[in-house]
């Protein structure tokens, strides 16, 4: 079972930040919280991942809160082409990754 | 620099057929994990090979078997096909096994649909 929840499905203008959430409530110390995305059809794609601080890179922002109970992938200028499902997960060292059913994200113009 | 890549893309097979499927991981990557993708599911995950060795497997029959070859590149082999084998199949390369942090990087995928 996935160790993670999120919505499953958001709606984001295009041009606006999309922040999307993630539930982690049970993550163990030595877990890291990694996204991926998958655009129809294709590959997920490796996004970002952290353990306990915020992180960034040319694709997104990762805010962890301070329990690491939870987290956002923050898109801050989300277009058309972001369109996809993004999945949350946890995952300490080479540990197998647990994807779940992930959020939806439609960028409307 | 090559990413992840898969062979076929598309493969239709009769229940009962053996079929095998190719990965060759992104260069530098040691690691391989394949993973079984349903429509509408998120990718579940089926084995892990290091070191030409299965370290991880996850829930599947042993009708799914895999190899790893010293060059890194895999195999994953499904015999006795069921029409619930129907998937997308996908492989996974990671630089390192013994990394702390482990991000993974996956090739397009073959679509293997069984009739």
């Known amino acids: 079972d996935a160790k993670t929840t999120q919505p499953p499905s958001m709606d984001c203008a295009e041009g606006r930040a999309a922040n999307l959430p993630c539930n982690h409530s049970t993550i163990s110390g030595n877990e890291y919280v990694y996204w991926y995305r998958q655009i129809h059809s294709q590959g997920p794609q490796y996004i970002i991942h952290?353990?306990?601080n915020n992180e960034t890179n040319e694709m997104a922002s990762l805010i962890i809160t301070e329990d690491r109970k939870s987290s956002t992938l923050i898109l801050p200028h989300a277009t058309l082409r972001d369109t996809a499902v993004y999945y949350c997960?946890?995952?300490?060292?080479?540990?197998?990754?647990?994807f779940g059913k992930g959020t939806k994200l439609t960028v409307n113009p | 620099d090559a990413g992840v890549t898969q062979s076929p893309t598309h493969l239709i097979k009769t229940r009962g057929q053996q079929v095998t499927l190719r990965c060759s991981p992104k260069?530098?990557?040691?690691?391989v994990s394949w993973y079984q993708q349903a429509l509408g599911q998120g990718p579940q995950f089926i084995f892990q090979?290091?070191?030409?060795?299965?370290?991880q497997r996850g829930n599947f029959p042993d009708r799914f078997s895999g190899h790893q070859f010293p060059n890194y590149s895999s195999e994953l082999n499904v015999n006795a096909l069921l029409l619930g084998d129907s998937a997308l199949y996908l492989c996974?390369?990671?630089?390192?096994?013994?990394?702390?942090?482990?991000?993974?990087?996956f090739g397009p995928g073959t679509r293997l649909t069984v009739t």
């Open positions: 952290g353990l306990k």
């Open positions: 090979y290091y070191e030409e060795e299965e370290r």
């Open positions: 260069s530098g990557h040691d690691t």
């Open positions: 996974a390369s990671s630089p390192t096994y013994w990394a702390a942090s482990y991000e993974q990087y």
């Open positions: 997960t946890s995952q300490g060292g080479s540990e197998k990754l647990v």
